[in-house]
């Protein structure tokens, strides 16, 4: 048995050898002939000269060898529906959605925006796209046409496959108009958008640009469309995240890589086999959504759940605080994952709805995307008897687990885990800490640095920030040059403040940035402030992340008036602070909607007129500001601090 620091210690030191064993988990048409190229660094391309296709290893491989196997488990206590997939009618659906996109002239290397909500087309439509080789790029249902519009620009798709609408809480959300308003408001026209028609509510469609699903899939009902076996590096997906600025990135994977990557973490971080059902909670428009609901579990030829609904609300719209065991119950899930947040919401429903229902397939819960708190781990321990909670610790950039609990397979020994912490380093990341001011290691335990991983990235990381490598270069890496003239190093900086105790553990305590994390969701506070900004009253604005004990974290707007006649009384005030809530609806969606808008009469900023967020945000906590020395105005904080104690 190998302990698992000599499997991590391999995994670094010899590294190609480690990938190429770790290669074969996946089908190649062509296997690779070069392990890892790093002779550019910082950008490194993986698995070189081999080609292959994500969704022949989703898919097609299993429909091959088990096609009766449950691969899909669309289900909506929304619509009341169920309904599984096999591998082998997976694959039908790919095909028929595949030959539909290119019947709208989608190609090879084309985008293709998906606009959906969790329903099983829209895993159709990823998979087609990489069947087909047109780089898909997902944007979450609960985008408003602002942030949708900027990303049909950025990624100029040919197609946008959407649907009439979503559903929440039995209610009808549409998403036809949004999607309407964005490609209007895009410098960029698709030439197609196909949509499914759920019924849910009415659509006005565009003569000539919009199809509908159910006649495209129709007409394609039995189409052969083989996957086209790409080279390796080809991009796969873009996913835009946000960062410091207001313009999200998009995040570009590989192929070959990501296929690798996801295929070794199934067994080795989430200790799932193929006949298994996996259950995420996540939505297709974040990471956790394309790595863990589509591509990880089917990659690794298990079951994957896709749940429409609220965690509190089951079927018939009737309450039922515990829909979620109910399916992991019925569709005997053995490794389930979600987010601190969603299990804080379940606290406050009568722990007695775990206990109803049999949960003996289940061997772990994994939880991710934000701090997991002790109550909660606790709550949530105790309430499935004792089976493992475990926090893993990633980012969209990477795409899979920077830190984790190593499983236990294959003869490498499992780590095990520990409280308040995401784990140990997983296999292929070289993490160091760092100070922020000398980039040097911070080797003293339990000494604060940043987290950064030495490069190259292992596979499955971003290759690059679409359509603009300086930015990936610039934004995420530093490099280092060698006093003794050695070659330099590229370090990638996660942005997350950490620690590491005596024993290799890691802590995480936060982002060195202006992201914030609401509600499992990454968040720019500079894309809010934009969206505030763009109201016509708004002077200056300032958004912080602040604690919250359910979200994690929320979003406070600070705001000075351009003009201040006619905001004498709190009605007043409130009017306008809905009316700025209405604009980042419109703008962004809800899910950026600050929980407070806050019009003061100045912002705390340096004298040379630098906005002291920090200080704003400690004070908005309840916290000490620390050192105010370089403030120019100390009244704006105070004035700060009793508005909001
Ligand atoms: O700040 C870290 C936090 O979420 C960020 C990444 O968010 P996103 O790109 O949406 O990817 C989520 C993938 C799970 C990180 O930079 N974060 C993520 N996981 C944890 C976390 N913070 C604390 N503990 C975690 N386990």
Known sequence: MQTYADFHRQSIEDRDAFWAEQAKRIEWETPPQQICDYSNPPFARWFVGGRTNLCHNAVDRHARDRGDATALIAVSTETNTEKSYSFSELQREVERMAASLQSLGVQQGDRVLIYMPMIAEA??????????????????????????????????????????????????????????????????????????????????????????????????????????????????????????????????????????????????????????????TSDIGWVVGHSYIIYGPLIGGMATIMYEGLPTQGFDHQPDGGIWWRLVAKYKVSVMFSAPTAIRVLKKQDPEHLKKHDLSSLKALFLAGEPLDEPTAKWISEGLNGKPIIDNYWQTETGWPILSVANGVDNVAATSPRFGSPGVPMYGYNVRLVDESTGLPVETADAKGVLTVEGPLPPGCLQTVWGDDHRFVNTYWNKMEDPAGGPARWVYSTYDWSRRDADGYYFILGRTDDVINVAGHRLGTREIEESVSSHPNVAEVAVVGVADNVKGQVALAFVTVKNSEGLDTEEQRAALEKEIMRQVDADLGAVARPARVHIVTALPKTRSGKLLRRALQAVAEGRDPGDLTTIDDPSSLLNIKSMVS
């Open 123 to 280: 895993c159709f439509a990823m998979l087609a796209c990489t069947r087909i080789g047109a780089i898909h790029s997902v944007v979450f249902g609960g985008f408003a046409s602002g942030s949708l519009s900027t990303r049909i620009d950025d990624a100029q798709p040919k197609v946008i496959v959407s649907a009439d609408g979503g559903s929440r809480g039995g209610k009808p959300v549409p998403y036809k108009p949004l999607l309407d308003e964005a490609i209007n408001l895009a410098s960029h026209k698709p030439d197609a958008v196909l949509l499914v028609d759920r019924g849910l509510t009415a659509m006005q469609l565009v003569e000539g640009r919009d199809h509908i699903w159910s006649d495209l899939r129709t007409k394609h009902m039995d189409a052969q469309v083989p996957c086209v076996w790409v080279d390796s590096t080809t991009p796969s997906y873009t996913l835009y995240t946000s960062g410091t600025t207001g313009k999200p990135k998009g995040v570009q994977r590989d192929t070959g890589g990501y296929c690798v990557a996801l295929a070794t973490s199934i067994p080795y971080i989430y200790g799932g086999k193929p006949g298994e059902t996996f259950f995420s």
